[in-house]
């Protein structure tokens, strides 16, 4: 079934200069496994489309059960330099939590 980001996880983002960090935590350890499998780099950078035109690199953090995505040339420049409304990449994990992802009903034990 397709189900939002938002249902299993959380995130906060931000910038540096022209990159935007997003962090994305699962709720529950047990849905950690589910961030790996469906929050790739690639789906991410798809997911927003033209708005990161650089690479997208995705870090690790069991420990956490998080993933943070630091997403270059993604601000038009950043900061001053952009004409974006969000410049300093602060709505990225929102953005982010509305993406759609596979799960299996299995997976949540509910």
């Not at 189900?3 to 540096?16: M, V, Y």
């Not at 870090?59 to 943070?68: D, I, K, Q, S």
């Amino acid at each position: 079934m397709k189900i939002p980001l938002s249902r299993i996880a959380h995130g906060r983002s931000g910038d540096k200069g022209d990159m935007a960090n997003i962090g994305i935590i699962a709720y529950e350890e047990r849905h950690y496994p589910i961030l790996l499998r469906e929050v790739t780099p690639e789906r991410v950078k798809q997911h927003f489309g033209d708005r990161i035109r650089g690479s997208v690199v995705r870090h690790e953090l069991p420990n956490l059960g998080a993933l943070n995505f630091l997403c270059h040339e993604a601000l038009g420049g950043g900061g001053t330099l952009s004409m974006r409304i969000d410049a300093q990449g602060k709505t990225y994990a929102a953005g982010l939590l509305g993406m759609e992802i596979d799960a299996d009903p299995s997976e949540f034990g509910d």
